[in-house]
Nanobody, 123 residues
Framework: QVQLVESGGGLVQTGGSLRLACAASGRSFSSYTMGWFRQGPGKEREFVAA????????DYADSVKGRFTISRDNAKNTVSLQMNSLKPEDTAIYYC????????????????WGQGTQVTVSS
């Protein structure tokens, strides 16, 4: 029901910024909670941020709180992740994901996934 395509990844230096975008298509996009996850080398895929489907409440992993901002534009069917003050430990493949309604930090609860976009932060 939902197709997701990420973009905006790249190579930046420590302290730099990137803005990731997720373009979504499918019925009732505004009814889905949208999330960002990431998977670094040798690590499990982990929760980064989520934005609720109805209230736009947001949730962030402690590791990115205060540095990353998730937002959505339902009219344009897009979700963004603004990443500031980037650190080498932020290096990972970043995935956009969607689930029906209520937000969650659990990867297993998300129904739809994009292909991922690489973010690399140099020391």
């Amino acid at each position: 029901q939902v197709q997701l395509v990420e973009s905006g990844g790249g190579l930046v230096q420590t302290g730099g910024s990137l803005r990731l975008a997720c373009a979504a298509s499918g019925r009732s996009f505004s009814s889905y909670t949208m999330g960002w996850f990431r998977q670094g080398p040798g690590k499990e895929r982990e929760f980064v941020a989520a934005i609720a489907w109805i209230s736009s409440n947001t949730d962030y992993a402690d590791s990115v709180k205060g540095r990353f901002t998730i937002s959505r534009d339902n009219a344009k069917n897009t979700v963004s992740l603004q990443m500031n003050s980037l650190k080498p430990e932020d290096t990972a493949i970043y995935y956009c994901a969607a689930k029906v309604r209520s937000y969650s930090r659990s990867r297993a609860e998300y129904n739809y996934w994009g292909q991922g976009t690489q973010v690399t932060v140099s020391s």
